[in-house]
């Protein structure tokens, strides 16, 4: 009986610190982003991870950011999606980007880039002209901005673009710019800055852009 006490405590203590972890720990295949100064996080530095919010969307979805990880919850509590798990998703923002009458989500996230293997297995540099403090190796994590949406219950990709040059500080939607033949009107407003190994902030830079057909075109 002792044994057993003893037992279900240390399996109480083992899954209690298992919650605690899962829930104090940032996603897998971070990258340098582990080796980032934690203690001065949000003091200076980039912390890709720190958004943390909910939203109810058109439909009654419910889009829920936290430690990096998007999910989307049908009107019954059911998750119908949620992001890879290699993903770190800083932020997102509800909109109908494409203009076809039904909402649309846009996200921020960040990925270790893939070594680019050329035809004689050489390794090329796929991240020429990044602003980057040391060459690529495809380790480091790098920004990219996905569109989905939902269509009939289930979540869809609609673009997602390749590493950015500049990383995503911030962003938002704005609907008021000029609908036309190839374009929603939908406007996208970005912070940006410089990648930095330690994820320290750098120049902060405001961009605007407008979809167009099939992604942004910078119109600033
Ligand atoms: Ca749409």
Not at 36 to 52: K, L, M, Q, T
Not at 190 to 196: K, M
């Amino acid at each position: 009986m002792a044994i057993d006490i003893i037992t279900a405590a240390c399996l109480r203590f083992l899954v209690t610190a298992a919650l605690a972890l899962s829930i104090a720990q940032p996603p897998a295949h971070l990258g340098a982003y582990e080796g980032r100064p934690v203690a001065e996080s949000g003091a200076g530095y980039f912390d890709i991870a720190a958004n943390a919010r909910t939203e109810i969307g058109e439909g009654g979805y419910v889009y829920r950011l936290e430690n990096g990880s998007l999910s989307v919850y049908d009107t019954t509590d059911f998750e119908i999606w949620r992001s890879d798990s290699g993903w770190i998703v800083h932020d997102f923002r509800l909109g109908d980007v494409v203009g076809d009458g039904a909402q649309d989500f846009l996200f921020t996230l960040w990925k270790p880039q893939k070594p680019f293997v050329d035809t004689n297995g050489a390794h090329g540099d796929i991240t020429t002209g990044f602003s980057s403090e040391t060459p690529d190796d495809g380790s480091a994590l790098r920004n990219h901005l996905y569109l989905y949406t939902i269509i009939s219950g289930r979540v869809k990709p609609v673009w997602c673009s390749s590493a950015l040059p500049r990383p995503i500080y911030s962003f938002e939607l704005d609907p008021g710019g000029r609908a036309t033949p190839v374009s929603s009107g939908m406007l996208l407003h970005t912070d940006e800055g410089l990648y930095r190994d330690d994820f320290s902030l750098t120049e902060s830079r405001n961009f605007s852009y407008i979809w167009e057909g099939w992604g942004f075109v910078q119109i600033n």
